[in-house]
């Protein structure tokens, strides 16, 4: 063992105790009155004063053992005391009682001292009770969710709906609902938020029991304990599921002590004493120096000190060590002693002599101490050292987490102590992720906002949508926002300064230049960052297995800063390589298995499904071969997961057999990380190493690779040789060969995204309630003012309770603007904006370079396309209105590289995955609603956007079709016939709905993409018909079945008992309703652009399309405006989910197709329109009237209607509907009304025997062939568009020819 900062190697067998011999000698390595006044320097005695000096004994090394055995000698009735203590009964190291006093289910960790609740409401006590005198202990809350912490007896009896507090002799409090419970429950105390302590304490001598939070009394709880014989109280907690705990009986240094209580469990104080006096020897080691020259000794800075080798030195250092070696073994100590001197080092110098002195004093334990102890106390020490940080109270200036993190940094800076931890403590034993977390304070008024943002302001938004108020800023309020900004600046000034040693520890944890005599850290951390993501990725349904989404969102900022910087740093030594800005991951780590991405979807589908597919591909483009072993054993796998036969579980590697074993229990709690879930076998141990040749591979040869896990691999398999290209083997030729950076950054910018994909952008999503909430308190204290001016002066009562909501109002907005701030400046800041910015371009970079590998892209992770969309809306989303996306360097150039991938990968065959083929759908149709995004979309290449009209136009039956409707919809919104509202106009007097969302975005629609659409139409005599009569399959069953729905709602509503429509129900009718007026949109759409394909009889197709659009257009309007029709009385119950259901938005869309096809058309076409519309049987003239306001007179024996009845009209919407196009329904009214009496007086009846024996509507005018059965043309083109079999008989049709009853009976008679 050897010390690397002293400058000599020295071991430390050398230094261990001899015979008496060999001290005699050892003595004269300096003169023995110096050496006796530096012994007495150092291990002076505590009661020694300046008049002893000269009456001490002279020491040396051969009396000094006899003189630190007094030193350290405690007396032996002060360590008894500690085992009897009066009041007390139990154990004397008290845990939690996992064995008998517990209910429900819990996991609890290994110490005994963490819980997490795995039940409805468990409950667990501790093993030691107490009767008499004052007691303490601790929780730690590691989530603020339901909890009940307090006192029990052993007779208190709970279940899953009753714990602690909820019976007699129990007693709680929660800090959750801000109550005590002792049967009955009062309000009591503060709010608790994760990362507080809570103090309970209990005084039996006066019996009270009280409670403190974070070291702040909240009063006395409970009086009139009952006490006496038989009453002893057990620490107890009940808690909810997936809420998390751990306690402090006392077998840690409490963080809050109070005067006159003492801890559950004593402390070890013989322990803490021998260990302060050794401490205070090793301090004075530290601080004195010996000058054999001057014959003297020399005080210096600890700082100053040197480990040069002096033996008389060395052989002090030892006698210290001997016997404290075994006390740093101790939590206690460690916490106590060790802790709080190092911490002191660190607050009370620069960072860089604290740095010196702990660099010292590590050396000086790996040098004197066994590798075992050293590893125990740094494990213990780093433990301690996560557990202050974590549960440290926010204070303005963050203090304490930047002491916190200073020493931290200090310690991974020594490097031997790093790869111990990186090895074995950072990822394994503890959620290191904490370091890199920043706690949001809940309260504002502890963490002392208020002092740093005396100040607040808060956005003022209009409260219509659609009709934005634009008003002045009072100079009075723009006084406040700048006052507000500028101590926001300052709140984030204080902020940085934790991040940027948060990403100090990252670069430590990523050095790769620290190789001397082992493996490099980073390649270490990469190993251990592995099995974190693959712990969080197979985890997401196991709550305590993962680690928190707010950890990962700082761990992810930090991670990308350490990222760049050495991305960047490589650049300016080889500067061949790229910059980090161009960064993105090279496709061949998909294919080639060196990197394991778990059981986590492919595009293409499972990994081993693409490996036997696409083999010959791997091999011709990429030259890898998969071995046959390989492919054998997963085939084998995926036909059972749970036996496999022995030949295939022999070709396993280790890692595999392994994983298939029994696994033991997670070991979660707050300060634990989980045991690593059962992966798939073959995925789990995907990486894939070269079998390293002697030579260069030539372009032709393929190169066979073999399986590694992730243990295995080495800095080689990562980084590559001279003839091995590490990660990057099985370049396909159109990647470039020059690198890229260093391959491990490769792999660490893959996880970043992984990690993004995994919790981070859900977390984003969820801070942004808090500005959510400001908005909506702001709005309510906006309408308590105004009701305050307008309410009379002589109601005074109504004026105080407006008082009142006033003042409640603007003290939550003042709360929640420091909270905001906060938020902005810890998550939302210009900083992580541009973090998440670079995410983003990695990704489209990536998905580029994958596309180009053609069948090979089907092996990308899913989650690159989800990051590249999530990421996208994550910025234009939240980070607003404080950064805006436009501000970022090459923000067109993004959105137009995004709409690209958008709508060329929408219907990639590639691509199987239903989930993001559909994400990939939605995002495609949310881009098209925004006038930025929608330029991007037209700025792409013209063959790109043709073929994603193609694709949009492809019949609707073969895919997910509602998704493509919205598309094509929001490509017409704003162009259609009453079409450019925001909002539908009965629910503009609701509560105004977020501004953000689709469907309240001012249309910006495309005539590009329609331009587009309209040639695809024209363009073959198959696009239009398929599309077209798919649009109109679907019509027929959405509204289908959104009558069906609203009949079933309606007799719901009129039965007589009390009863309930089904949520999910509602939403669905109302989604059909939806899907029916955007199906009628399409087809206005297509009618303006294309007329002739419904008008243009030479068509083969034109004449069907029409009759079924007018039969489809006739139900419609029949149903909608029937009076006291079944969908008027379902509209004026104004149920909750079906607001969007009313008249306007279905009957404008019906307007607008007649309106194109009866006014606008050519002649020829208008009355081809006019007499297939009128030739449908359930063509009424009053539904058509019914638009204009004119109501159907009442039938015989019914009764009037009630005056006062208000009736549709279009006239009555005048902000929506314009005058040229009221008086275009006028002249389709005034054109239907003549049409339909001309048709009614030339009409001529007909028998029953000549109607089609289908639809009943119109003659016999088709006869099919073979079979000789017949129907009217429209029926039979309508069926053979779906299906070639008769309609009577089932035969096969092979023609259809014209039939006339008069031209058949004369041919009958001529043949006769």
Not at 219 to 225: K, M, Q, S, V
Not at 490 to 514: A, C, G, P, S, T
Request: glycine letters at 6%.
């Amino acid at each position: 063992m050897a010390s690397k900062e002293g400058g000599m190697a020295f071991s430390r067998k050398s230094y261990k105790l001899t015979s008496d011999a060999e001290r005699s000698r050892v003595t004269g390595i300096v003169h023995e009155k110096l050496l006796s006044d530096y012994l007495h320097r150092v291990f002076a005695s505590p009661d020694q004063g300046p008049a002893a000096a000269t009456s001490r004994k002279p020491l040396n090394f051969q009396n000094l053992p006899e003189h630190l055995d007094q030193l350290l000698h405690v007396d032996k009735e002060e360590e008894e005391s500690q085992e009897q203590v009066e009041g007390r009964l139990g154990p004397s190291t008290v845990v939690l009682d996992h064995t008998g006093g517990f209910e429900g289910l819990l996991l609890v960790d290994d110490d005994l001292l963490g819980v997490i609740g795995h039940s409805n409401f468990g409950t667990i006590r501790s093993t030691t009770c107490v009767y008499k005198g004052k007691w303490i202990y601790e929780v730690l809350i590691s989530s603020q969710g339901l909890m009940q912490i307090g006192w029990c007896t052993i007779n208190c009896r709970f279940n899953q709906e009753e714990g602690v507090g909820d019976t007699h002799n129990s007693y709680a409090y929660d800090g959750n609902r801000v109550r005590k419970w002792n049967v009955t429950t009062t309000n009591y105390g503060k709010a608790w938020a994760a990362g507080d302590i809570v103090s309970c304490l209990i005084d039996l001598d006066e019996g009270t029991l009280s409670f403190s939070l974070n070291g702040v009394s909240l009063g006395t709880a409970f009086e009139n304990l009952s006490r006496g014989l038989g009453m002893a109280y057990f620490p107890a907690i009940s808690l909810s599921f997936k809420e998390s705990v751990a306690f402090n009986f006392g077998s840690r240094p409490l963080r809050y002590p109070v005067a006159g209580y003492r801890p559950l469990q004593d402390p070890p104080s013989a322990s803490l004493v021998r260990a302060q006096r050794l401490l205070g020897c090793f301090r004075a080691v530290l601080s004195v120096e010996l000058d054999p020259v001057e014959g003297r000794l020399v005080e210096k800075k600890s700082s100053e000190w040197q480990l040069q080798g002096q033996p008389t030195i060395l052989l002090t250092l030892a006698h210290i060590f001997h016997h404290f070696a075994s006390l740093l073994c101790e939590v206690y100590v460690v916490e106590a002693v060790l802790m709080s001197f190092l911490l002191g080092v660190v607050e009370a110098g620069p960072p860089e002599q604290a740095q010196t002195v702990v660099h010292h004093v590590l050396d000086l334990l790996w040098l004197f101490m066994e590798d075992y102890e050293v590893q125990d106390c740094l494990k213990q020490l780093m433990m301690s050292l996560l557990r202050l940080y974590r549960f440290s109270p926010i204070v303005p200036d963050l203090s304490l987490q930047i002491h916190y993190l200073r020493l931290t940094i200090a310690i991974l800076s020594h490097e031997k102590s790093r790869k111990f931890l990186l090895s074995n403590v950072l990822f394994d034993v503890l959620r290191s992720i904490v370091f890199f977390y920043i706690k949001s304070p809940l309260r504002v008024e502890e963490a002392g906002l208020q002092e740093l943002i005396p100040t607040t302001w808060w956005p003022h938004r209009s409260p219509r949508e659609g009709k934005e108020e634009v008003r002045e800023e009072t100079s009075e309020e723009r006084l406040r926002r700048r006052a507000y900004e500028r101590g926001c600046q300052r709140l984030k000034k204080r902020i940085e300064v934790v991040e940027e040693l948060q990403v100090q520890i990252l670069k430590l944890l990523l050095n790769n230049k620290d190789d001397n005599g082992g493996e490099a850290s980073r390649y270490i951390f990469l190993t251990k960052f592995r099995k974190f993501l693959q712990e969080n990725a197979s985890g997401r349904g196991n709550t305590p297995m993962l680690c928190p989404p707010e950890y990962m969102v700082c761990f992810l900022h930090r991670l990308i800063s350490a990222l760049r910087f050495y991305w960047d740093e490589y650049k300016a030594s080889n500067p061949r390589t790229s910059l980090s800005e161009e960064a993105y991951v090279p496709p061949q780590i998909f294919y080639n298995g060196k990197v394991d991405y778990f059981d986590l979807q492919r595009l293409g589908g499972l990994l081993s499904h693409l490996r036997k597919t696409l083999k010959d591909d791997l091999a011709s483009k990429a030259n890898i071969l998969i071995d046959p072993l390989e492919l054998q054993a997963t085939t084998m796998d995926d036909l059972d997961e749970d036996e496999e036969p022995a030949p295939a579980a022999a070709q396993r590697p280790m890692q595999a057999l392994a994983v298939g074993g029994a696994l033991p229990l997670p070991r979660p709690g707050w300060l634990s990380s989980p045991t690593l879930g059962r992966a798939n076998r073959f995925l789990s141990t995907a990486a894939v190493s070269l079998m390293t040749p002697r030579r260069p591979l030539s372009a032709s040869e393929k190169v066979k690779v073999r399986t590694l896990s992730a243990e295995q691999r080495t800095r080689e398999d990562i980084e590559g040789s001279q003839w091995n290209e590490g990660l990057l083997v099985g370049r396909p030729p159109e990647e470039p060969e020059q690198p890229l950076t260093e391959n491990s950054l490769l792999e660490v910018l893959d996880g970043a995204v992984m990690m993004y994909n995994l919790s981070v952008h859900q977390q984003l999503g969820k801070m942004v309630g808090v500005s959510d909430d400001v908005n909506e308190y702001a709005m309510a204290l906006r309408d308590t003012e105004d009701k305050l001016r307008r309410c009379p002066k002589r109601r005074k009562d109504i004026l105080a309770e407006l008082s009142k909501s006033q003042k409640v109002f603007s003290e939550k907005l003042d709360h929640l603007s420091r909270r905001l701030a906060w938020v902005h400046a810890a998550v939302y800041s210009q900083e992580k904006m541009q973090d998440i910015y670079w995410l983003l371009r990695v990704c489209l970079r990536t998905i580029e370079h994958g596309d180009r590998t053609g069948s090979l892209f089907a092996f990308m992770p899913e989650f690159y396309l989800s990051v590249a969309i999530n990421s996208y809306s994550a910025l234009k989303n939240y980070f607003g209105p404080v950064h805006s996306m436009e501000e970022l360097p090459g923000y067109e150039e993004t959105l137009t590289r995004l709409a690209a991938i958008l709508a060329k990968h929408f219907a990639d065959t590639r691509i199987v995955g239903t989930d993001i083929r559909d994400s990939l759908m939605q995002a495609l149709a949310s881009y098209v609603c925004y006038p930025n995004s929608l330029r991007a979309v037209e700025r792409i290449p013209e063959e790109q956007r043709i073929a994603m009209v193609r694709n949009l136009l492809a019949p609707y039956e073969q895919r997910p079709w509602a998704q493509t409707n919205w598309i094509l919809v929001r490509l017409w919104r704003g162009c259609g016939f009453g079409y450019r509202y925001t909002r539908l106009p009965h629910l503009l007097k609701t509560k105004p709905e977020d501004a953000n969302l689709p469907s309240l975005q001012k249309p910006c629609p495309s005539t590009l993409l329609q331009q587009h659409m309209a040639d695809l139409l024209r363009e073959g005599p198959d696009v239009a018909p398929s599309f077209l009569n798919s649009v109109l399959n679907q019509l027929n069953w959405a509204f289908s079945e959104f009558i069906g729905m609203i009949q079933e709602i309606q007799q719901a509503a009129e039965r007589l008992e009390r009863n309930y429509v089904d949520s999910r129900q509602l939403k669905v009718c109302a989604t059909c309703f939806d899907l029916s007026v955007s199906l009628l949109r399409v087809l206005e759409m297509t009618i303006t652009l294309v007329p002739e394909i419904f008008l243009d009889w030479a068509r083969p197709t034109s004449e069907m399309l029409l009759r079924r659009l007018a039969q489809l257009l006739n139900q419609v309007l029949n149903r909608v405006t029937a009076e006291r029709n079944l969908f008027d009385r379902v509209v004026t119950l104004r149920l909750p989910g079906l607001e969007s259901v009313d008249h306007y938005p279905i009957l404008v869309a019906v307007t607008g197709i007649l309106v194109r096809l009866l006014v606008h058309g050519p002649a020829s076409g208008t009355e081809r329109a006019t007499s297939v519309l009128l030739a449908d049987p359930c063509f009424q003239l009053r539904s058509i009237s019914y638009l204009l306001g004119q109501p159907e007179p009442p039938a015989p024996g019914t009764a009037l209607p009630a005056p006062d009845r208000k009736h549709f009209s279009l006239q009555s919407y005048t902000d929506y509907i314009s005058v040229e196009e009221l008086a275009q329904v006028e002249q389709m009214l005034a054109h239907l009304t003549s049409a339909s009496a001309q048709a009614a007086a030339a009409s001529l009846p007909t028998s029953e025997e000549d109607l089609c024996p289908i639809c009943y509507a119109h003659p016999i005018s088709a006869v099919f062939q073979p079979c000789g059965h017949k129907s009217c043309k429209a029926c039979i083109d309508q069926h053979l568009m779906n299906n070639k079999d008769c309609f009577f008989c089932k035969a096969t049709i092979v023609s259809v020819e014209d039939w006339d009853k008069a031209a058949h009976a004369s041919a009958t008679s001529s043949a006769a």
